[in-house]
């Protein structure tokens, strides 16, 4: 069963930065993209950043310049670096792992952005 345990999130203040990290069970490079991906109260699952393996990073367009996701394969972890937070940032973060067209999910954790 691939696990992914996330850590770092929590409260900051508007323009604050914050880490997350997503340790992987298995080998990230046996997924085919590492993704990161949030879900405000009632709003949909939106996508934030994904890194597939050996190709381009895609980010969306409201991050884009502010957050960047990076990843430690050694250590089959994966990072989602968010600086310049605002407060419609705030949301519950998942990580998630794609491989043989299945998404593996990490247990989400909240980022609040509020002064």
Not at 5 to 29: F, Y
Not at 84 to 106: F, I, Q
Request: hydrophobic fraction near 30%; aromatic fraction near 8%.
């Amino acid at each position: 069963q691939v696990q992914l345990v996330e850590s770092g999130g929590g409260l900051v203040q508007p323009g604050g930065s914050l880490r997350r990290s997503c340790a992987c069970s298995e080998s990230i490079l046996s997924f085919k993209a590492m993704v990161w991906y949030r879900q405000a109260p009632g709003n949909q699952r939106e996508l934030v950043a994904r890194s597939p393996i050996g190709c381009r990073i895609d980010y969306t367009d409201s991050v884009k310049g502010r957050f960047t996701i990076s990843r430690t394969n050694a250590r089959n972890t994966v990072y989602l670096h968010m600086n310049n937070l605002k407060p419609e940032d705030t949301a519950v973060y998942y990580c998630n792992g794609e491989r043989d067209s299945l998404n593996y999910w990490g247990q989400g954790t909240q980022v609040t952005v509020s002064s």
